[in-house]
């Protein structure tokens, strides 16, 4: 991960962006909470001069307009539509937004598939990823610089293609594994960094009679989800286009010790967590974790939202999932990215809406605060408390964070990552072996990229 992220994620102080009014368009028609922020450099220099407000359209302020919104959500988004339509309603009362609220794990992408035949909404909301992926096919429209110059610069790095930026990316999740602080500290154990480690706390946890990993494997998007944790940090670490690699037909995971590695994890997981994981839903997942009837789950700032709800004065804290070289590193994933259509008719109305989106903080911070996520827009921080921030810190002070949009551009998630973590399902509970998993895997090969 570049040093510039780095940088970012780890400190308080951010600089004010630029506050123009919308109707520019492109040429080319805490306890503080996880904060982002610039780089230090940037951080010493003057706050930039307000700009001057930018000509707002008629057709923006008169002409009553309807934009078509297609949102993938995250477990924590469901209900940010309904701020995002009153902040509007407050600043553009002409504009009103038609939302689609669909899963990103497994409605998004078949839906982009069907808009691709139709035309696209008029604005798309999924994950930075996805920018790579559809930016390729030249469906998405460029963002105007004037809204991402109030996004964090290290926002853009993985939105970016062709040297334009298609996404302006609002928030972001960090990945690894949570754990319960005070069980930790009644039973000894130390935050592992290597797998024997681990398996330690794994041994005594079933000596006990604790369960050493909350799990809900009936999510496949879980599943997925912690391979590709895995991945980054047995594989991704040492081989950064592993990916491309593998297209090329240089390694494969029949054959990438690293790889098999990675995928394996699961079964480690599965054989420490409850006998009826694939039928425990997230949200009973996760209240077992506070209730201290496990140890440790692997998972996503997602989580946190949970966790707060049960119990407000949870104790958690998060560390990476270890590999087996020692090194892992904390997963930082973009998460909330908006894109728009190349082809829309209503460009005036869609920047009026990033303007909303990239220039109201209270809107920002509203829902930075109902996902439990980190912001990725300048001057603005989530106030929620967030007890596993100094283990972030800490991470973020060693240069020890990832970003995992590294593992996704090359393996992507729909037609690849969500279609192994079926396979890996079926060979958990038997039904297929773990050679026949490796194998379809392999077999993906031809889609495993967005291009």
């Known amino acids: 991960?570049?040093?510039?992220?780095?940088?970012?994620?780890?400190?308080?102080?951010?600089?004010?962006?630029?506050?123009?009014?919308?109707?520019?368009?492109?040429?080319?028609?805490?306890?503080?909470?996880?904060?982002?922020?610039?780089?230090?450099?940037?951080?010493?220099?003057?706050?930039?001069?307000?700009?001057?407000?930018?000509?707002?359209?008629?057709?923006a302020t008169d002409e009553a307009v309807t934009l078509t919104v297609l949102a993938g959500q995250s477990t924590t988004d469901a209900g940010i539509e309904d701020m995002i339509d009153a902040a509007l309603a407050e600043k553009y009362p002409n504009i009103t937004l038609e939302w689609e609220c669909t899963g990103w794990d497994g409605e998004f992408h078949p839906k982009m598939q069907q808009y691709m035949q139709s035309g696209l909404p008029d604005i798309i909301i999924g994950k930075a990823q996805d920018v790579n992926t559809y930016a390729s096919q030249g469906l998405l429209g460029e963002i105007d610089a004037t809204y991402l110059d109030r996004g964090l610069d290290a926002a853009r790095e993985n939105v970016t293609f062709d040297g334009k930026?298609?996404?302006?990316?609002?928030?972001?999740?960090?990945?690894?594994?949570?754990?319960?602080?005070?069980?930790?500290?009644?039973?000894?154990?130390?935050?592992?960094?290597?797998?024997?480690?681990?398996?330690?706390?794994?041994?005594?946890?079933?000596?006990?009679g604790i369960v050493p990993f909350a799990s809900h494997m009936v999510d496949t998007w879980s599943i997925g989800n912690v391979t590709m944790q895995f991945m980054m940090n047995d594989v991704f670490n040492t081989t950064p286009d592993w990916g491309d690699k593998f297209r090329a037909g240089e390694v494969s995971f029949a054959d990438d010790k690293a790889a098999q590695t990675a995928?394996?994890?699961n079964k480690l997981i599965f054989?420490?967590?409850?006998?009826?994981?694939?039928?425990?839903?997230?949200?009973?997942?996760?209240?077992?974790?506070?209730?201290?009837?496990?140890?440790?789950?692997?998972?996503?700032?997602?989580?946190?939202?949970?966790?707060?709800d049960i119990d407000e004065n949870f104790d958690f804290g998060i560390f990476p999932f270890p590999n087996q070289t020692g090194d892992s590193k904390l997963i930082f994933e973009p998460n909330i990215a908006i894109m728009t259509s190349?082809?829309?008719?209503?460009?005036?109305?869609?920047?009026?809406?990033?303007?909303?989106?990239?220039?109201?903080?209270?809107?920002?911070?509203?829902?930075?605060?109902?996902?439990?996520?980190?912001?990725?827009?300048?001057?603005?921080?989530?106030?929620?408390?967030?007890?596993?921030q100094a283990d972030i810190d800490e991470y973020a002070s060693k240069g020890m964070i990832v970003d995992v949009t590294l593992g996704n551009n090359q393996l992507v998630w729909g037609g690849f990552q969500e279609e192994n973590a079926a396979d890996i399902a079926a060979y958990l509970q038997g039904d297929i072996s773990f050679e026949d998993c490796l194998a379809a895997s392999d077999a993906r090969v031809g889609s495993s990229s967005a291009q």
Not at 17 to 33: K, M, N, V, Y
Not at 283 to 302: I, P
Not at 352 to 360: E, K, M, N, P
Request: aromatic share 8%; with cysteine; hydrophobic share 40%.
């Open 1 to 59: 991960m570049k040093r510039k992220l780095l940088s970012a994620i780890l400190c308080s102080a951010m600089v004010a962006g630029a506050l123009t009014g919308c109707g520019g368009s492109t040429d080319d028609g805490a306890a503080q909470a996880p904060a982002a922020e610039p780089a230090a450099e940037e951080a010493e220099a003057p706050a930039a001069e307000p700009a001057e407000e930018a000509e707002t359209p008629a057709a």
């Open 165 to 208: 930026t298609y996404g302006l990316v609002y928030n972001a999740l960090y990945q690894g594994v949570y754990y319960n602080k005070t069980m930790f500290a009644e039973n000894g154990w130390s935050v592992p960094t290597t797998q024997a480690e681990l398996q330690a706390i794994v041994d005594d946890c079933n000596a006990k």
């Open 263 to 265: 995928y394996s994890y």
């Open 271 to 308: 054989d420490n967590t409850y006998p009826e994981t694939f039928s425990t839903e997230q949200t009973d997942c996760d209240a077992r974790m506070v209730l201290g009837e496990a140890a440790m789950k692997v998972s996503g700032s997602w989580s946190i939202q949970n966790f707060l």
């Open 342 to 388: 190349a082809e829309t008719e209503h460009q005036d109305a869609v920047n009026c809406v990033l303007d909303v989106l990239s220039g109201d903080k209270d809107l920002a911070v509203e829902i930075l605060d109902f996902t439990k996520t980190a912001s990725m827009l300048k001057d603005v921080a989530p106030t929620f408390p967030n007890p596993s």
